[in-house]
């Protein structure tokens, strides 16, 4: 298997083209099951995991195209009819977002049979309040050997519904969003996520003819239609693919322009990075971060639900405190079990202890090289910013995980001065900078 070489030290001064967001890309692309006429999505990331969705997509008689358009790689979807509504376990174990088809497939099918994505590195992850929104909506749900199983009732539709949610779920919002676009009446959803990815799958639902108010905000409206149209549609930039630079920007106290960042996308991260000590400004044609001169102050940090900071940027945020002056409190509220980046990080020198929620970072002179490995896609980056700052050669193995949420992630960091590898087992570099 391969993995990425790193040796630390360089400070990265550059440009880095922002890829569009997997995390909106993925319902975008399940959205795509609700109407018969193309959907064709613009700005869409070379990534393991959108490959994971046109294939489970495919199998549900979807034609997916792709070309290049000006906007990256376009991709082209067409369920003219719904031919399987099972999305299986080898597909979804790989890939939990796989359950967002759920929705669109009872929505449009009147059936689904979909696998229970199960635990994953990062927790336990239940999806029942997607199940619990579907019944409100009037479907018949039930768990069999692992699966889910659900079908609306006699007249074939899904009828609207008012929806509390009792927390916050990104995953559960997007569902009941497109399942309720082809319900009958109005749904109303309360406590639903905010993030900018749900507003971009609201957009995109609207220009499919669907109405939606209040996205972006805790409580959304959708009056369902009996049918929606095809549409053109460009995804998000990816924020945590901004987060992320911008954090290898400070981490080497380097100075990077992420071009295409929007900085109203995560403003709880620029205002976090500044008082660390980095300068942000926008340019004409994205955001510039530049990293403190010396070493980081040390800067306490909660995850939350948007627009608080996100749990997807923890473990880069903890890689760079590990260098802080003085010393950093990294609290997680939403995922139980995501520190698995810790012991790495601690394998590199920092200083971390963890108890319970939260981790105290005490601030070290430097880190040194080592080879590591993580769980978890952001977990496995956190280690490669780690790499970028650290002393001698770090070995990032298992790095599947970094192909599932980084576009071209060597290739960018390379083209900004990092000196970095991705090598095969057998130890000779590859020549394509994935
Ligand atoms: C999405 C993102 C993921 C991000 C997460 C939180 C995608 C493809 N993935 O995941 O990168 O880390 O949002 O920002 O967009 N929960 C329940 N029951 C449910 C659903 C969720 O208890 O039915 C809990 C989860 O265990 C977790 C919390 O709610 O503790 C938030 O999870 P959720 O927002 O649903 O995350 P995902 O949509 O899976």
């Known amino acids: 298997m391969d993995k990425v070489r790193i040796r630390g030290g360089n400070r990265l001064v550059g440009k880095i083209p922002v890829s ?18 193309p959907l064709t999505l613009m700005n869409v990331p070379a990534l393991a995991d959108i490959e994971s969705m046109c294939s489970l997509l495919t199998g549900l008689g979807t034609t997916v195209g792709d070309q290049n358009g000006a906007m990256g790689t376009e991709l082209v979807l067409q369920n003219l009819n719904i031919t399987n509504t099972e ?40 999806v029942d309040l997607h199940l619990k929104g579907l019944q409100e909506l009037g479907a018949t749900v039930e768990l069999t050997r692992g699966y889910i199983e659900a079908h609306t009732g006699p007249g074939g539709r899904l009828r609207g519904a008012k929806i509390a949610f009792p927390t916050v779920s990104v995953g559960a919002t997007e569902n009941l969003m497109m399942a309720a676009s082809l319900a009958d009446g109005e749904t109303v959803l309360i406590n639903a996520a905010r993030e900018p990815e749900i507003v971009d799958l609201a957009d995109c639902l609207i220009a499919m003819g669907a109405r939606i108010e209040g996205h972006g905000t805790d409580t959304i409206h959708i009056w369902g239609r009996e049918a929606l149209c095809g549409a053109r549609y460009q995804v998000v930039p990816d924020r945590i693919e901004i987060g992320t630079y911008a954090i290898a920007a400070c981490i080497t106290g380097g100075e990077l322009e992420l071009v295409g960042a929007r900085a109203g996308l995560l403003e709880t991260v620029f205002d976090t990075l500044s008082e660390t000590g980095a300068s942000i400004s926008e340019t004409g044609s994205g955001i510039k971060v530049s990293g403190p001169e010396g070493r980081p102050r040390g800067v306490d940090v909660m995850t939350e639900p948007y627009p608080g900071f996100p749990t997807d940027l923890q473990a880069q945020m903890m890689a760079y405190m590990t260098r802080a002056e ?37 601030g070290v002179e430097h880190l040194t090289g080592a080879p590591v490995m993580a769980t978890d896609l952001r977990a496995s980056v956190s280690l490669v910013l780690a790499g970028l700052a650290a002393v001698g050669e770090t070995n990032i193995n298992r790095i599947y995980h970094l192909d599932r949420g980084y576009e071209r992630l060597v290739g960018k960091l390379r083209d900004c001065g990092a000196i970095i590898e991705r090598v095969a087992e057998n130890g000779s570099a590859r020549n394509q900078v994935a």
Do not use: W
């Open 20 to 37: 569009g967001a997997k995390n909106a890309a993925l319902p975008l692309m399940a959205a795509s099951l609700l109407t018969s006429a």
């Open 87 to 126: 999305a299986p376990y080898d597909v979804v174990r790989k890939m939990r977002a796989s359950v967002l088809v759920l929705g669109p497939l009872l929505a449009r099918a009147g059936r689904a049979r979909v696998s229970l994505p199960g635990g994953c590195a990062i927790g336990n992850r239940p």
């Open 326 to 362: 003085g010393a950093s409190m990294i609290t997680e509220s939403i995922f139980e079990n995501r520190f698995m980046h810790v012991p790495e990080l601690s394998r590199m020198g920092a200083n971390i202890t963890v108890h319970q929620a939260s981790a105290l970072v005490r």
